[in-house]
């Protein structure tokens, strides 16, 4: 039994509140555990210069962590992104792209903002699922508006954390176990099981072939409820 009372392959309470700001085309909060990230979908009808008359579309992503989200102020960056935040945005947007079909979405861009509220660990990973379901909303929009008659979505995407601690595979890290992990990985999946990126590090010592299976099979069952989740959040929706 882990210290906040879960099993080793139990998530933390995973909620999406959608619909949470007017002015985006897709937005929610998503809460996991204490890790709260609000995610905001943008449309805009133009698209990167590089992609000016190739008829695609573009998704990208941006990621902040709030001054007030971890026990101490953390800095705005004003002066460009840190690297660990350039390197957080961009998988939340490789993470995206990898089920929209950029053709079918047209010659726009959607922006997915994702500003970390509060902070307990699995921070990337819940801006990917939060993330989702606001690009999933905002497609959802297009279609309601008559811009798209169907859904550029390919699949859906889900994104857990998890790692070795006293020698035990744990799903879905709070801060308390990340900070200790002797290894620590995330795991993001499409929603038809396929693996879209893995990010993994020995942080003690290296780890065996035979670990990392047992971290992936535990991090297939956790996306597989996390999918169920954000389903449930765009019940209703014509996203798809």
């Known amino acids: 039994m882990r210290a906040d009372g879960r099993t080793n392959d139990e998530l933390r309470p995973i909620r999406f509140a959608t619909h949470i700001n007017m002015h985006a085309a897709g937005s929610c909060i998503v809460e996991t555990g204490d890790t709260r990230v609000h995610c905001t979908a943008t449309l805009e009808e133009k698209v990167p210069r590089w992609l000016r008359d190739s008829g695609q579309g573009w998704v990208t992503a941006e990621y902040r962590m709030l001054p007030g989200a971890t026990n101490s102020r953390m800095r705005r ?102 900070a200790r992990a002797e290894v620590d990985l995330n795991l993001v999946m499409s929603g038809g099981g396929g693996i879209i990126e893995v990010q993994g590090t020995g942080e003690a010592h290296p780890f065996l072939r035979a670990q990392l299976d047992a971290i992936l099979d535990l991090g297939a069952a956790g996306a597989v409820a996390i999918t169920e989740a954000q389903a449930a959040a765009l019940d209703g929706e014509d996203w798809r």
């Not at 079918?104 to 959607?110: M, Y």
């Not at 922006?111 to 999933?136: M, Y």
């Not at 008559?146 to 550029?152: F, K, M, W």
């Open 77 to 178: 960056e004003t002066n460009g992104v840190k690297g660990r935040t350039a390197e957080i945005q961009r998988l939340i947007g490789r993470a995206l792209r990898a089920v929209v079909d950029l053709e079918a979405l047209g010659p726009r861009q959607i922006t997915v903002d994702c500003d970390v509220l509060q902070a307990d660990g699995g921070t990337r990973t819940a801006a990917i699922n939060g993330g989702f379901v606001a690009l999933a909303l905002a497609i959802a929009k297009l279609k309601a508006d008559g811009e798209l008659t169907g859904s550029p979505l390919t699949d859906s995407v889900a994104a857990v954390s998890l790692g070795i601690i006293d020698g035990e595979v744990r799903l879905d890290l709070p801060y308390e176990e990340d």
